[in-house]
C-alpha cells in the first residue's frame, strides 16, 4: 500500500492509466535574424489559439460544473497575458535568437522551478497552472504533437505526476473512476474540481505504478493499494458496497428533520464556496448556508473581483436559497491563503500575521466594494454578514464604520438593501473567548470557528505536518472556550452557531447538545451523516454527559467517553467505518 493524502473522499477500484510526461522534441539551434518575424508570428498565432482553447474550456466547465469552477480558466488566460512571461520569452527569441518553443519552454521551465522552490502550497500550485499552459502553447508552436489519450472504452483510474485543471477537463468524466498523483494538495485547483465532480483523488504518491495495474484508491485516508492480493480486494469491495448502501440510506434522509429523539431540533446548514456546492447542499437537505467562504471568488480571478460580479453570485445564491438564511464571510485571505495579484508582506508567522478583519480594515475599498456587493444582494433573501478574525471591540467598530459608509453610497444611489443586515462575527481568536462578553454586545452571533480555534488555543499550526499529532480538537482547553463562548453569548442573548470542521464530527454532536448550541454548519458532504446521529441523540444524555466530558483531563479520556456513548444503531443499520466517506462511488 502506499501513502498519499485524500483530495477528494470516496472508493475507486479499476486499471491505471498512467499519463506519461510530454516529450518535446527541442532543436535549440540558433535562429538566422530573417527568421525573426517568422518566430514571433508563430508564438503569436499559439497564444491565440491557445487562448481560444481556454476560452472554449471555461465555457464547457460553466455549462457542466458551474461559473465558479469554470474560473480556474482566467488564471490561465492570464499567464498568456501577463506581460512579465510574454516579454521574457519575446527577449529570448530577439537577444538569444532562439525559436519561440525553446524561448517558451525556458520561460515556463524558469517559473515553474521558481514557484515550486516556494515553501507555500499556493505558489506551487500555480506553478502546476503555468506548466499547463506552457504545454498548451508548446503543443501549439510544435505542432502535430500526439497526446497519449487514456482508453476509450474502459473505465480507469488515472495516475499521473501532475493533473492539471484542463487535463482534467478533458477527460470523460463518465470513464474516469479516481485520480492518483504525485503532485498536488487539499487546496489544488485539481482537488477543487475532483472534488465538484465527486472523483476519489490522492495526491502524494510518487511513481510505482503502471499501466494495467490494479487499483483501489481511497480517497479520504490517501491509501493506494497496486494490485492488491484478494483479501483486500474483497475488503475494499464490500466497504464500498456498505458505503455506497450507507449513502442510499442517507439520502432518504434529506427531508427529514433534524430533530434529537426527545424533540430537539438543530439547524445543520452548509459551508460552501461556490454556487454549485449550495445545490448539493440543498439536495441534502440543507437549512441554510451557515458559512460561504467568498475566498474562491478572489482566488480564481486574476484581479480584485468587481462589485458587480461578487453581486451577481451572492444574489443567485440568495435565491436559489428562497429565504433560507445564508451567512456571507467577509474576504478571510492572509496565512495559507494568497492572492497573486497583490503581493503580501512576507511574514516569518503568517498564522499570526496579515490575515482576515486586518487585511480588510486596512484596504478599506476593497472592503467595502464587497460589503456593497453582499448589501445589495440582501435585498434578495436572508443573508447575515460575519467577520473573519476578530480578536477586538475596535475591529468590529472600523469594520461597521465602513459598513455604514457602504449602505451611505447605496442609498445615495437609490440600490435597495436590507438596512438592518445581521452582523456576526468569527470566534476563532483565544482573545475573542476571553471577551466575549463585550464583543457579543457589539454584533447580532457568533459563530464558532473552530478550525483556527484549536490551532491558537493550542499553539499549534493547523497547516503543519510535522505537529499534526497536537492539533486536537478534543482538548479540555478547547472544550472550555466552548463552554466560555456559549455562555457568553447566551448571557447577551444573541445566537451562536459552529462553523469549523467539528461542526460536522458525529462524534461531536454530544458536545453541541450539551452545551445547547443548536445551529451548526458543515461541509456539504459531512450533513448527511450528522443528521443521522442527531435523530439517532438524545438532548438529555448529551446534557448528562457534559460534566463528565468538562471533567476530562485528557483528550483520550474525552474521546474515550464520546466514543463509549455513541448511540446505539437502529438493527439492520450498518455503520460505514469511522469518517464515513460519501465520495463518488465507482465500479
Ligand atoms: C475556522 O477557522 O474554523 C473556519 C471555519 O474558517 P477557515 O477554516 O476558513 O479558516
Ligand atoms: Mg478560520
Known sequence: MVKGGGGAVGIAIGKAFVLPDPEWDLNDYQIDVSDMAFEFEKLHEGVRISKNELQQIKQEIAEVLGVEESNIFDAHLAILEDPVFMNEVAGIIQRQYKAAEVAVKEVVDKFVNMFDLLDDEYMKERALDIKDVGTRLLKHLLGGHEETKPPEDEPYVIVAKELTPSQLAHLDAS?????????????????????????????????????GDMLIVDGETGDVYVNPDESVNRMYRERRRRLQQH??????????PAVTKDG???GLSANITSIHELEQALKQGAKGVGLFRTEMLYMDGHT??????????????????QGKPMIIRTLDIGGDKQLDYITLPEEENP?????????????????????KAILRASAYGNIKILLPMISSVEEIRKAKEVLELAKRELREAGAPFNDGIPVGI??????????????????QFFSIGTNDLVQYVLAVDRMNE???HLYEP???????????????ANRHRISVSVCGELAGDPDALPIWLGLGVHELSMSVQSLLGMKKRLIESAESDAKAMLGQLLACRTSAEMKELLHARRPEEPPGAEHADDGEAYGAESS
Do not use: C, N
Open 175 to 211: 470513464k474516469l473512476l479516481g485520480i492518483v498523483t504525485a503532485s498536488g494538495g487539499k487546496t489544488s485547483h485539481t482537488a477543487i474540481m475532483a472534488r465538484a465532480m465527486g472523483i476519489p483523488f490522492v495526491f502524494g504518491v510518487e511513481g510505482g505504478i503502471q499501466t
Open 247 to 256: 449513502r442510499e440510506r442517507l439520502k432518504s434522509l434529506a427531508g427529514v
Open 264 to 266: 430537539r431540533e438543530v
Open 304 to 321: 480584485w473581483p468587481k462589485e458587480d460580479e461578487q453581486f451577481a453570485v451572492y444574489r443567485e445564491a440568495a435565491q436559489l436559497l
Open 351 to 371: 498564522v499570526l500575521g496579515y490575515r482576515g478583519i486586518r487585511i480588510s480594515i486596512d484596504r478599506r475599498d476593497m472592503f467595502k466594494t464587497q460589503l
Open 426 to 443: 468569527m470566534i476563532e481568536v483565544p482573545a475573542a473567548v476571553a471577551i466575549a462578553d463585550m464583543l457579543a454586545q457589539e454584533v
Open 466 to 468: 510535522r505537529i499534526s
Open 474 to 488: 478534543y482538548h479540555p482547553a478547547v472544550l472550555r472556550m466552548l463552554q466560555l463562548t456559549v455562555e457568553a
